[in-house]
């Protein structure tokens, strides 16, 4: 991925509106963003997604 797409993307999800459910008429949607997306729990699956997560990023092979 474009380093400089992600960063963009993360500058307008933070000063966007919608990032936070406002404005999002979709009622499933909405819920999504604001208890999925904007979720700030951390959940036991966390550790085991991360490790996993590592073991990928330091595998060199294709």
């Known amino acids: ?3 400089q797409l992600f960063i963009d993307y ?3 999800y933070l000063s966007s509106s919608n990032g936070k459910g406002h404005g999002v ?5 909405f819920d999504f ?4 997306l ?8 966390y550790d085991q997604v991360e490790a ?3 073991k990928l990023a330091e595998d060199r092979t294709t």
């Open 52 to 54: 996993l997560r590592q």
């Open 1 to 3: 991925m474009n380093i």
């Open 25 to 29: 008429h979709s009622p499933f949607v």
């Open 33 to 36: 963003i604001t208890n999925v």
């Open 38 to 45: 904007n979720n700030k729990k951390h959940y036991y699956t």
């Open 10 to 12: 993360i500058k307008y």
